[in-house]
């Protein structure tokens, strides 16, 4: 398609997504009202659901042991592009009532956005002719890393051409960095109870978690700089008096590098064999579920960055200035309302990311993917996962970033439609990318790790 017949096109995208930005916002609402913590969003993807279907899409819910999944499909034959819808709220952090759950990272805005683009697209390619097949995959459970895993241990993304995701955030950029890969497991360890006067009668479980606790502190030296751990003692005991006979530590293992990851995470496990074997007790280790890094694709994220542009970042009134001034529970640096140039890991260079963690990696491992995305929601310095978020994500201020990236997404979804050499020079770049890595991809999923007494070689058993 000439420039001029390309322009009109994402011309007519972005007029078609106003007119229905008001019933877009309403659906962000909605979902907001249902704030449903992962695995429990029955209401929200029933929501985005159907309105796929009634705009034309054919909608399958089939993924086993993920209810509130879905993978909505519009056209046929190739090329085949991906839209990532989210939906999850956080638990505790409502900004209406203490200890509900909320959207302290705005994923309220984040599905609907992904849902507005598939749409939008289909509407156009509809109207143009335009030959292609567009999928919507609602995600549940992302911040427990939990939906994208068990979806790609599905396949359900394996014939896809590409897929485009994004977050809401404090800038809005496309930058093309990597997020860590994370290891998320259970350490139980089980003793012998006796009254703690006579402690000699029993086998403490709680020393045996301090002791592995201990034993993590001390790997700390021996781990990359950009590693991380984090943990927390989740039972320790029921009373002072009482010799624990049982204790368990949960456990999180970060790493720029998959090899390392595993590395680390076996470091990890031989802490708890030590421990156990001091102490004369017995443990078991639970794989909970675990992501891969993200593998960012330059050429995807410069082309989102391309129509970001084109659409621009959201603009704030003197109303809503005022809102960030005066309703948040802190004073908090200025909104952004540029967009910011893109950066990011180059092909053979030294890994450039954050150290936070998402499911979309293994996404990324299985077909090109844009990287972060981001579209400013909310001012600089707003920590996210924060009720400040979730208040945001119910205003104006939230809905305009939303529907910035869903102009953005739909009018990147046509480039790939029409131009086969974006999707061939971004395979292309995929390819080297996971070459560069040396690792072969596998879902971490739920699985029981299973150590031999006095031994160190693990043995992975699937739940």
């Not at 707003?382 to 739909?410: C, E, Q, R």
Request: aromatic share 8%.
């Amino acid at each position: 398609m000439e420039s001029s017949g390309l322009s009109e096109l994402k011309e007519r995208i972005i007029g078609n997504i106003d007119r229905s930005s008001e019933e877009f916002i309403s659906f962000s609402k909605m979902i907001w009202e249902y704030a449903e913590i992962g695995l429990e969003e029955q209401k929200s993807s029933k929501l985005l659901s159907s309105t796929l279907e009634k705009n034309g899409f054919d909608v399958k819910t089939s993924i086993p042991n993920l209810q509130t999944a879905f993978v909505a499909s519009w056209g046929e034959g190739s090329p085949i592009i991906g839209f990532l819808a989210e939906y999850d709220a956080l638990p505790g952090l409502s900004a209406t009532e203490k200890g509900k759950s909320g959207h302290g990272c705005g994923h309220n805005l984040l599905g609907v956005a992904s849902v507005a683009s598939g749409i939008a697209l289909k509407r156009m390619m509809e109207e143009y002719k335009i030959s292609g097949t567009i999928r919507v995959y609602g995600c549940p459970s992302e911040e427990t890393l939990y939906g994208k895993v068990i979806m790609a241990s599905e396949k359900v993304f394996n014939d896809l051409d590409a897929a485009l995701q994004w977050h809401p955030g404090t800038l809005t950029t496309s930058p093309y960095e990597s997020l860590n890969a994370l290891d998320n497991k259970i350490y139980k360890f089980y003793g012998k109870s006796a009254h703690a006067s006579t402690p000699w009668e029993g086998k403490s479980a709680l020393d045996t978690a301090q002791l592995f606790a201990l034993g993590i502190e001390f790997a700390r030296e021996h781990m990359a700089e950009k590693d991380k751990i984090h943990y927390v003692i989740t039972r320790g005991g029921n009373m002072p008096n009482i010799v624990p006979d049982f204790a368990e530590v949960w456990v999180f293992i970060r790493s720029s590098d998959m090899n390392r990851l595993i590395e680390l995470s076996n470091k990890v496990d031989l802490c708890a064999v030590g421990a156990s074997l001091s102490t004369e007790t017995s443990f078991e280790i639970e794989r909970k579920i675990g992501c891969h890094l993200l593998l960012p694709n330059k050429k995807l994220s410069l082309t989102v960055g391309e129509n970001l542009k084109l659409v621009g970042a959201p603009k704030l009134d003197e109303r809503e200035k005022e809102f960030i001034d005066t309703r948040l529970s802190n004073k908090y640096e200025e909104f952004s309302d540029e967009v910011t140039p893109p950066s990011g890991w180059e092909e053979g260079g030294e890994w450039v990311g954050k150290p936070i963690s998402t499911d979309v990696g293994d996404v990324s491992w299985i077909v090109p993917t844009n990287g972060m995305f981001n579209v400013s929601t909310a001012p600089k310095g707003v920590p996210y996962h924060n009720p400040d978020v979730t208040i945001l994500s119910n205003t104006s201020i939230g809905f305009k970033g939303m529907l910035v990236a869903a102009k953005t997404l739909a009018c990147t979804g046509i480039d790939l439609l029409t131009n086969q050499e974006i999707l061939a020079q971004a395979k292309d770049e995929f390819r080297r990318r996971k070459e560069l890595q040396k690792w072969n991809y596998e879902p971490l999923l739920p699985a029981k790790i299973e150590y031999p007494k006095y031994g160190w070689k693990p043995t992975i058993v699937p739940k």
